[in-house]
């Protein structure tokens, strides 16, 4: 089975302050995903990866940086977080025959 | 744009049916669809591909019309662990992305 990791698994920050969340896989699978969770909006896609230093947005990538030196890290990087960011944000890998394999997941409450 | 989930929100009785549409203004190469469980990480369900057949998954299964740009997910005589929100994720050829919809929530009364 896939192993990913996501931590922290729960952060309360203030507005303003920067804010990284790590995804991390125990696989060398060459896509990972974030996605933000919001009731009425399902998943969307924040950033991708297809590779080390390979990375795109998604749907809502305004606010969000990504940074992939290792394989089996992928970092989303909040460099000032608003109050709209509060979330829980999902990371994914693609597995076998394109399916995403996700995180638990990270909630993050802006105040 | 995120494909479009219809209904939004279904609520059966055990042994009943249901379908979920998926539906997308792009011209589609792939359609997934997972299931989350509230408070958990979404489960994958099933993939289909364009040109692919229709796939199943006990007694869950799914079709994708490609010249519609649509696809729907078939649950038959449901049991109480088939509830959770449905969600359809589109790809495209040209991109890497899957983009999902805004989700169904299904509840499964005894």
């Known amino acids: 089975d896939a192993g990913i990791t996501q931590s922290p698994r729960h952060k309360v920050t203030e507005t303003g302050t920067p804010v990284t969340l790590r995804c991390h896989q125990t696989?060398?699978?060459?896509?990972m995903y974030w996605y933000r969770q919001d009731p009425g909006h399902g998943l969307r896609l924040i950033h991708y990866?297809?590779?080390?230093?390979?990375?795109d947005k998604g749907e809502v990538s305004d606010g969000y940086s990504v940074s992939r030196s290792k394989t089996e890290d992928f970092l989303l990087t909040l460099e000032s977080a608003t109050s709209s960011q509060t979330s829980v944000y999902f990371c994914?890998?693609?597995?076998?025959?394109?399916?995403?394999?996700f995180g638990e997941g990270s909630r993050l409450t802006v105040l | 744009q995120q494909p479009v989930q219809s209904p939004q929100a279904v609520i059966l009785r055990e042994g009943e049916d249901a379908v979920i549409n998926c539906s997308s203004s792009?011209?589609?190469?792939?359609v997934h669809w997972y299931r989350q469980k509230h408070g958990e990480a979404p489960v994958f369900l099933m993939i289909?591909?364009?040109?692919?057949e229709q796939k199943g998954h006990e007694k869950i299964s799914a079709s994708f019309n490609e010249k519609k740009q649509q696809s729907s997910l078939y649950l038959t005589a449901s049991q109480l662990s088939y509830s959770g929100t449905y969600f359809c994720?589109?790809?495209?050829?040209?991109?890497?992305?899957?983009?999902f919809g805004t989700g169904t929530r299904l509840q499964v009364f005894p």
């Open positions: 994914a890998i693609s597995v076998a025959n394109g399916e995403l394999f």
């Open positions: 696989e060398n699978h060459r896509y």
């Open positions: 990866s297809y590779g080390v230093k390979d990375t």
């Open positions: 792009k011209a589609l190469y792939s």
């Open positions: 289909l591909l364009k040109g692919g």
């Open positions: 994720g589109t790809g495209n050829h040209n991109t890497d992305k899957l983009i």
